[in-house]
């Protein structure tokens, strides 16, 4: 992860250095935007939680974190000048930094200077385990796991993707809010009472819900949401397109909600499943 955020930082840097070059200042805020909000603060510090609790002075997470602060504050200075300069000043001091008594007589952060951080092949990867995260998310979603971390399986019918998902094993349980995450081999059954994903054409998910879902509970909830899309549906397919209205948009909306209609019968098959195999699950 320590890589990942350190490869992402340097990217950030580029995109910025090539949007104050092309006068695109809007390229330069998107990129510090999505850097701060959905690498750093979304994707980073919450896989890094685990690490910072269970070790009290872990070596690799603040003095990284350090970096992605001082380095992203002096990239966004150009643009929000008085809040980085106030949140700059708040760093600790560290030897090696640049020795500036002020945010904005400190080195630009220089694209060249960061190069040596930049591995796309190892973000190309993480975008993988994202894609996981996002899989898993939408499980526990559908099967309203509010508290409960299921085991999550892994099943991959390429070598290589099963290597790819072992260097993230764990953040792939924090981001997803899942418990023990394992490899299932290839051609092996599934566990009886898990739910399965697909990922893409090689690689499968499955996620534990015996014992987590009561289904006499969630089955008339899931009714009842899926009256309403029902609804949505209807309605939507009955209305005339109004004067303006994008036909492209509104086939958009329709396939959003057969799509979650699609979802809600899945799930709605597989609590019918459970409630044959496990009348007694432990939670709720």
């Known amino acids: ?67 992605c602060a001082d380095v992203g504050l002096r990239l966004l200075a150009p643009l929000m000048p008085f809040l980085a300069e106030e949140l700059w000043q708040r760093l600790p001091h560290r030897p090696g930094g ?16 960061l190069e040596h951080w930049h591995q796309p092949e190892l973000e190309q990867h993480f975008s993988r385990v994202q894609e996981a995260v996002q899989v ?19 099943q991959s019918s390429e070598p290589g993707e099963q290597g790819l998902f072992e260097a993230f094993l764990e ?13 299932l081999p290839q051609g092996a059954a599934a566990p009886s009472g898990w739910v399965q994903a697909t990922l893409n054409d090689t690689t499968q998910i499955y996620m534990e819900l015996q014992g987590l879902v009561d289904p006499q509970t969630h089955l008339p909830l899931l009714a009842s949401r899926r009256l309403k899309l029902q609804k949505q549906l209807d309605n939507l ?41 496990s009348p007694n699950p432990r939670e709720s």
């Open 1 to 67: 992860m320590d890589a990942w955020i350190l490869s992402r930082l340097a990217r950030t840097a580029h995109e910025c250095e090539r949007g104050f070059l092309t006068r695109e200042l809007s390229l330069v805020a998107h990129a510090l935007h999505h850097f701060w909000l959905h690498n750093l603060c979304d994707v980073y510090l919450e896989a890094s939680k685990p690490v910072l609790s269970h070790s009290p002075c872990p070596p690799g997470p603040p003095q990284v974190l350090f970096s």
């Open 98 to 113: 640049p020795p500036a008594p002020s945010i904005s007589v400190a080195p630009y952060p220089s694209a060249q200077s």
């Open 136 to 154: 898993l998310r939408a499980l526990r979603a559908s099967y309203q796991l509010t508290k409960a971390r299921p085991r999550v399986l892994l």
């Open 171 to 183: 953040p792939l349980g924090t981001l997803g809010h899942c418990g023990a995450v394992g490899f």
């Open 237 to 277: 397919e009955a209305r005339t397109p109004s004067e303006g209205e994008a036909e492209t948009q509104r086939q958009q909306r329709l396939s959003s909600l057969q799509l979650e209609l699609s979802k809600l019968d899945r799930a709605v098959s597989h609590l019918r499943q459970l409630m044959d195999m």
